[in-house]
């Protein structure tokens, strides 16, 4: 079945830090790939998602490109702001049936000034 | 993107009790599915909800425990029934219009369960 690994949090980093979090998937096939974020007491937001290989998906100053060889979606920020802090979840889906997401078990992230 | 709606934000329940909480979207949807995310855990998915049928469960999931409805194509219900603690979690419903291959989520319902 379909799985996504992420790195284990919470990460701390000062504001301006460079921002990597690592997310690994397991799927059949070439699914779609996913970051969401959750905001403290908020719901989930898509941030960013890619669907076919070597595509990188981008949105407010974040990046992660899709590697199929790694079987890799990291996510990637090249300066944080104290307003990024929050969870982040990796996902996946499948590109025909039900298309419902498996997520990544998040990695809670905290920027200090 | 899609606009949806739940109702209600939070509830704080007695245990025995049964929750209604309901999905609104403001276009017409393909699929429709329910998540629940358990205190400080990721989003599993409970099931997708069918338009004119029974929902699909995932493994762990019932339909006693979980009724679902989907009467057209912009709403849902999902009921949590005969609750106890355990079910203490957020509940949030998301939509896939289908060609965008995206799925987007609702606010999401706070539950507490004493």
């Known amino acids: 079945g379909n799985s996504v690994t992420q790195m284990e949090g919470p990460v701390t980093l000062s504001e301006e830090a460079f921002l990597t979090i690592n997310c690994t998937y397991t799927?059949?096939?070439?699914?779609?790939l996913f970051w969401y974020v959750q905001y403290p007491g908020e719901g989930l937001q898509l941030l960013l998602k890619a669907t076919k290989a070597d595509d990188k998906g981008s949105n407010k100053g974040f990046e992660a490109t899709y590697r199929k060889e790694t079987t890799s979606f990291h996510l990637e920020k090249g300066s944080v702001q104290v307003s990024d802090s929050a969870v982040y979840f990796c996902?996946?889906?499948?590109?025909?049936?039900?298309?419902?997401?498996?997520f990544g078990s998040g990695t809670r992230l905290q920027v200090q000034p | 993107s899609a606009v949806i709606s739940q109702k209600p934000s939070r509830d704080i329940c007695q245990r025995g009790t049964s929750l209604t909480i309901q999905c609104q979207v403001d276009?017409?949807?393909?699929?429709m599915f329910w998540y629940r995310q358990q205190p400080g855990q990721s989003l599993t998915l409970i099931a997708t909800a069918n338009q004119g049928s029974e929902a699909t469960y995932e493994s762990g999931f019932v339909i006693d425990k979980f009724p679902i409805s989907r009467p057209n194509l912009t709403f849902s219900t999902l009921t949590v029934s005969n609750m106890s603690p355990e079910d203490s979690s957020i509940y949030l419903c998301?939509?896939?219009?289908?060609?965008?291959?995206?799925?987007?989520f609702g606010p999401g319902t706070r539950l507490l369960v004493l």
């Open positions: 799927a059949t096939g070439y699914p779609s």
């Open positions: 996902a996946l889906s499948s590109h025909t049936g039900r298309r419902a997401l498996t």
């Open positions: 276009s017409q949807v393909t699929m």
């Open positions: 998301s939509v896939d219009r289908g060609m965008e291959e995206t799925q987007y």
